[in-house]
């Protein structure tokens, strides 16, 4: 059996740019307001890790709870339409330039697998983007969780039939994948470190690269 690198989609493979498009739907009444756009979409990407760590719930409602939530917390009023835009956005994203010529590089030497806190038909429209034949495509809809609970990791293993030391996880998410992952020994785990952030030595053994195309080649492909 071919080892398996496994991928986050969003921010990893995709442009997963929530903020641009969130700011989008609301800079004018942000503006209206005087409320600190920095602040705003702070508070969102938090939410938006709280809003996993409960009970399941599809991934399209934590998208608009999400929403709904920063928006109250800054005095914004909420309409239904806000979230569907957001939504209709996120059907839209593409790839990192550079993704696809590695992922297929890479599909000549292993197996390749997303795991993505998605739903099924919201992530068809990423992997069409990418144009690329995975092997698997795992969700959060299909393993009942989100990362960075054990149970996605624990459906990814069961899902393809692999443990952990057959498993390459590469991902951008510090907090919903590389600092998790720690938990499970033999899995060799790879940062996508596009923006710049700073790691913490708390939770090596990890690698680090700054995009994908540096990954075949540190894969010997």
């Not at 459906?155 to 720690?182: F, V």
Request: charged residues 30%; glycine residues 6%; negative net charge.
């Amino acid at each position: 059996m071919r080892k398996l690198v496994s991928f986050d989609c969003y921010r990893t493979l995709i442009n997963f740019d929530t903020r641009t498009a969130t700011h989008e739907i609301v800079k004018d009444r942000l503006a209206e307001l005087g409320v600190d756009p920095d602040q705003f979409h702070h508070d969102a990407y938090v939410m938006r890790f709280q809003g996993v760590l409960d009970e399941y719930l599809p991934y399209r409602e934590v998208v608009r709870r999400t929403l709904r939530n920063v928006m109250t917390l800054h005095g914004l009023e909420y309409r239904d339409e806000d979230g569907e835009a957001l939504i209709d956005a996120i059907k839209k994203f593409t790839p990192f330039r550079e993704v696809p010529d590695a992922l297929r590089r890479l599909k000549g030497e292993y197996d390749i697998a997303i795991l993505s806190n998605s739903e099924d038909d919201l992530i068809t429209y990423a992997v069409e983007a990418l144009g690329v034949d995975f092997d698997h495509v795992l969700t959060a809809e299909q393993a009942g969780a989100y990362k960075p609970l054990p149970q996605a990791f624990e459906y990814l293993m069961t899902a393809t039939g692999r443990g952990p030391e057959d498993i390459i996880h590469t991902a951008q998410g510090w907090e919903y994948d590389i600092m998790p992952t720690k938990r499970y020994p033999g899995m060799r785990r790879i940062w996508v470190n596009r923006y710049g952030f700073p790691g913490s030595e708390a939770f090596q053994p990890y690698e680090e690269i700054k995009d994908l195309s540096e990954l075949p080649p540190l894969l010997g492909v």
